[in-house]
């Protein structure tokens, strides 16, 4: 089956810098790749996602990339402030049919310090 | 627009208690149905999922089961909780090539 690997387990970063969050997969099968950020004591929420016909999305201060033949995505998010402090997920899904399973990566709890 | 309830929010329940966590989405049918652990500080663990009303799929052999009576309702029972069952219970929905979106979770403490 999929095998998700996620760096760094955790990331400490300065208000204003980047901060990158990287993930691996093992099955090729693998279309779609969503992040997740989770704050204390809540249930996961979709940040942003991609597909594997997109190299590459960006939505204000967050961006993913892919690279389909290395098996490997990316978070980035830059200009970080303190309410990005949270654990992030990322996650590779298969679809078949019409049900999508997802793997997850181990998270990484993120501090951004003021 | 969809949305998904859990409840309660916070559970604790002596050793050996049954147990029965509720999940419900709005907005939406036929969804499919996820029930997912989370230890402290640990990623998700995937305990069951459904595709369809009374169709269950166990991830993990344990001492928790999964119901899903109606359409858009996804139920985690327990007859008798064992102290490793404590954790951060969450439920999940998504449809074909959409992502998952969780509730708000379920802490489960047994004493």
């Known amino acids: 089956g999929e095998n998700v690997e996620q760096h760094p387990s955790t990331l400490s970063v300065q208000e204003g810098d980047s901060a990158v969050i990287k993930c691996t997969y093992s099955?090729?099968?693998?279309?779609?790749f969503p992040w997740y950020k989770q704050e204390l004591g809540k249930g996961p929420q979709l940040i942003i996602d991609?597909?594997?016909?997109?190299g590459e999305k960006k939505d204000q201060r967050i961006a993913v990339t892919l690279n389909k033949t290395a098996k490997h995505f990316s978070l980035h998010i830059t200009e970080t402030q303190p309410e990005d402090s949270a654990v992030y997920f990322c996650?590779?899904?298969?679809?078949?049919?019409?049900?999508?399973?997802?793997?997850f990566g181990s998270g990484t709890k993120l501090n951004v310090k003021p | 627009s969809q949305t998904i309830h859990q409840w309660p929010a916070t559970l604790v329940q002596p050793v050996g208690s049954p147990l029965s966590l509720e999940c419900t989405v709005e907005?939406?049918?036929?969804?499919?149905l996820y029930w997912y652990r989370q230890a402290a500080g640990r990623g998700l663990q995937l305990l069951f999922y459904?595709?369809?009303?009374?169709?269950i799929s166990s991830e993990v052999p344990q001492n928790l089961s999964a119901s899903r009576p109606q359409d858009r309702q996804f139920i985690l029972s327990s007859k008798k909780l064992l102290l490793s069952d404590s954790g951060f219970y969450l439920c999940?929905?998504?449809?074909?090539?959409?992502?998952?979106?969780f509730g708000d979770g379920t802490r489960l403490s047994i004493l």
């Open positions: 999940a929905w998504s449809q074909e090539d959409q992502p998952q979106h």
């Open positions: 099955d090729s099968a693998s279309n779609y």
């Open positions: 991609i597909r594997s016909n997109v």
């Open positions: 996650a590779a899904s298969i679809l078949k049919g019409n049900f999508n399973k997802f793997y």
């Open positions: 907005g939406t049918s036929n969804p499919n």
């Open positions: 459904s595709v369809g009303i009374g169709q």
